[in-house]
């Protein structure tokens, strides 16, 4: 029980780290990197002391104080550390420390750089009152927490009108997400009496006839997930994403890989108490990951940014999260959430090193032969790409393998399974050819750019080595990640499979057949890639152009809503409301000026007003003296 005592201070470091690397830095700004990552580093301290202290099966829960107590709502400010807040926190503040460190070179050029470090750290601090929220209201603070810092950090380059842009675009599309999770908060306390996930949990568990709770708690989960969708980048909410690579490229490796779009799947598996009830939303979230994995894979392939490659990567790789968990495998979604972790960070730090090593080019085809200049960047690069492309013995496999196991048996989907399975294995084709064509235009062949890029510091590679070897051997702990997990997420009869060495080889040719494929077309034999485009004009441009979402959305949401915000303003705001008022005012001032000129200060003329209302009164009193007399 030793370890309890630090649950408060694995929130509480990250959040002094941003204030004092913020106060320290505006005299010091090469102090502010090291002052936040020490933040960082000794939250993972923090975790891992509580980690190690935790019995097994048990759950580590600290009231800080009352929050408020109104009326039937009760909400207390604390945290609950079980085995699922256990591996959440880790996997975020050890990434999150790797990107700290890397961050300091990264930005060592930057002037504002005190002001990245203390965003990174309250970003940090935000995420961890997410994963340590015991209620819903506090989860929800963390939400929102890493809504603003993601915009802050997005749009951290704002002098750049386009980078400001994608930061509120991020800021604007999760606000619509987060609409639809206060609903759900509003619908669960309203049919609860309390928002608390523990009492939520055993208030099911003892309902008599479940059946008939079905309806509210399908609303409640549709609800959590439209707000999911938001966070998590998912259809049809997924379009801040791409455009959040505006921000610095360790940003991208922070919020995309590890920490602000699993927050969706992390709530899921959460609340897992209320999906596995609602078997309308469960089939709502298979068939929306299934088709966001597709869709942004499609997408990657056309692209020639290198982030955005990635970024695409990032959304159809949740989507084979939201395929678990909408199979009831919520502990494999959260195996492939930590293995992601590893090799996406991997993957986004190495590009940062390219754009930093080629003076902040990004287009791959003004890149190329990189791998003699930058060794270890390319081979942390294809550790990253092998793992994510599900090679066996390499972590991604074990995870992937896994998910399209359990999403071969989704007992929610029904007639469509066999299709939605077939899609999604296809998906897991598409990975691989076009993270080995990224790779590929960027470090094979020529050197096709005008400068002359070198390997990056000690501070930017060491990072990049350690996520490299996390995400080569981190699967071979998958049976015990599952043995761990399930002592807090249920595991619905899905079961870590173990295999021969050679039976996952088996499995992997599919996958590196894909790799060969995009290897010989994008090295030798990439005339061919020009005449597919050539011949398929319209296919192409769909692809490179992202099927024009932005700009349906911009003509059917944007524009219709911008020209409502108008009519609003200039006819009801202004015309209506600041015409009332406006009206107001101009009536007393009129009445004011016609009363002004009685109100002379001369005697005489009161004496004249006071005998002129005399002859009044006089007149009109006769008068009614006679009509009624």
Not at 103 to 121: E, G, P, T, V
Not at 436 to 461: A, D, K, N, Q, V
């Amino acid at each position: 029980m030793e370890g309890m005592s630090y649950i408060a201070f694995i929130p509480l470091f990250p959040l002094l780290g941003a204030l004092i690397s913020y106060l320290v830095g505006l005299r010091f700004r090469w102090v502010s990197g090291w002052i936040a990552s020490l933040a960082s580093c000794l939250s993972f301290w923090a975790v891992y002391c509580v980690y190690s202290s935790l019995p097994e099966g048990e759950i580590f829960k600290v009231n800080l104080f009352t929050w408020m107590d109104v009326g039937g709502l009760k909400a207390n400010f604390s945290f609950a550390f079980d085995a699922l807040s256990a591996v959440m926190c880790l996997v975020v503040t050890g990434v999150g420390s790797l990107i700290h460190i890397y961050s300091i070179s990264y930005m060592a050029q930057d002037k504002s750089k005190h002001r990245y470090f203390a965003y990174l750290n309250l970003f940090l601090f935000s995420m961890l009152l997410l994963v340590l929220g015991a209620n819903f209201l506090v989860l929800f603070i963390g939400w929102e927490g890493v809504g603003l810092c993601s915009y802050l950090l997005i749009g951290f380059w704002f002098e750049n009108l386009e980078f400001a842009k994608a930061g509120r675009k991020a800021f604007i599309v999760n606000r619509i997400g987060d609409a639809g999770f206060l609903l759900a908060i509003f619908l669960a306390f309203y049919t609860f009496n309390t928002i608390d996930f523990s009492e939520i949990s055993a208030k099911i568990a003892n309902y008599k006839d479940i059946s008939l709770y079905v309806p509210v708690l399908t609303a409640i989960a549709l609800c959590l997930f439209v707000g999911a969708t938001g966070k998590s980048a998912q259809i049809p909410l997924y379009v801040w994403l791409p455009d959040a690579m505006a921000g610095p490229t360790p940003v991208s490796a922070l919020i995309h890989a590890a920490t602000m779009v699993t927050a969706g799947v992390y709530m899921m598996a959460r609340t897992n108490f209320i999906f596995d009830h609602a078997p309308v939303a469960m089939a709502t979230v298979s068939a929306i990951g299934c088709l966001t994995a597709l869709l942004a894979a499609t997408i990657a392939i056309a692209q020639y940014d290198i982030k955005k490659v990635l970024a695409y990567s990032t959304v159809s790789q949740l989507g084979f999260m939201f395929m678990a968990a909408g199979a009831g495998a919520y502990w494999v979604a959260i195996f492939h959430l930590v293995t992601h972790a590893f090799f996406k960070a991997c993957l986004f730090l190495c590009s940062g090193s390219v754009i930093h090593a080629c003076h902040h080019e990004q287009d791959m085809r003004k890149m190329g032969g990189l791998a003699s200049k930058m060794p270890i960047t390319f081979a942390t690069y294809l550790v990253a790409t092998f793992a994510i492309s599900g090679i066996a013995p390499l972590s991604g496999y074990y995870s992937k393998h896994a998910i399209l196991s359990a999403f071969g048996k989704n007992p929610y989907t029904g007639a469509w399974a066999s299709f939605l399975g077939s899609v999604a294995s296809f998906t897991a084709l598409l990975t691989a050819f076009y993270m080995t064509r990224s790779l590929c235009l960027t470090f094979l062949g020529r050197y096709r750019g005008h400068h002359h890029p070198h390997e990056s510091p000690i501070l930017m590679t060491l990072p990049l080595v350690v996520l490299a070897g996390s995400a080569a051997v981190a699967g071979f702990w998958g049976g015990e990640l599952y043995e761990y997990l399930t002592e807090a997420i249920p595991s619905n009869g899905y079961h870590f499979h173990y295999e021969m060495l050679g039976e996952a080889f088996g499995h992997s040719l599919p996958s590196l057949g894909a790799i060969v494929l995009a290897f010989v077309l994008y090295t030798r034999l990439d005339f061919i890639v020009a005449a597919v485009a050539r011949t398929l004009p319209a296919i192409t441009s769909a692809l490179r152009n992202k099927y024009y979402i932005d700009e349906i959305y911009g003509r059917f949401v944007v524009e219709p809503l911008k020209g409502l915000s108008y009519y609003l303003w200039r006819g009801v705001d202004q015309m209506v409301i600041d015409g009332a008022v406006n009206g107001t005012a101009t009536v007393a001032g009129l009445t004011a000026e016609m009363l002004r000129a009685v109100q002379n200060g001369r005697i005489l003329s009161y004496a004249m007003i006071m005998a002129f209302g005399v002859v009044l009164v006089l007149i009109f009193g006769g008068l009614f003296g006679w009509a009624f007399g």
